[in-house]
């Protein structure tokens, strides 16, 4: 009896707790001259954290891709631009997509006429006011160039050069 309560004592203590990932993808075209920002992030937690912020806000979870302004303002103090040592705000960009997928929503934003493009540095404290192991996923691509890198409350900027 006192193995099997060990054994049922262990499990539950290193039982793994939920997925914390928030993923966002920038592509730079430099043939149209655009950056597109995809974040994509679990519905329940993104709620969560617009609800600390704002708890006016009363939408559902499957109803949150239409709450744009909502979103984009908790989006903009938790996910900072800079773009060849320019500060950008995602109030300025265009929202091009929000949409549910699965259990996370998705919302692709468009930033129009980069002439050029040498550095780019994002701040990325999406979540970490909720969950002190969030880890968010960026992964930056413009033409053959690709890399990624992880941002942790701990570190929470990802630089690109080329």
Known sequence: MKIFLFIITFLY???????????TNIIYDK?????????????????NAIIIKNPKVTCK?????????????????????????KKI????????????????????????NIKS????????????SLYSDQKNMVIFKAGSFEKGCISEKSESNCEFQF
């Open 89 to 112: 705000s995602l109030k300025d960009l265009e929202l091009s997509e929000s949409k549910n997928t699965d259990d996370a929503v998705l919302f692709v934003y468009k930033l129009k």
């Open 31 to 47: 043939n149209e001259k655009t950056i597109t920002i995809h974040i994509k992030i679990f519905k329940n937690d993104l709620l």
């Open 61 to 85: 979870e499957d109803d949150l891709y239409k709450e744009v302004k909502s979103v984009t303002n908790y989006l903009t103090e938790t996910f900072q631009i800079e773009i060849d040592k």
């Open 117 to 128: 493009l040498k550095h780019i540095k994002i701040n990325n404290q999406i979540l970490f």
């Open 13 to 23: 203590f290193s039982a793994p707790h939920p997925l914390r990932l928030s993923v």
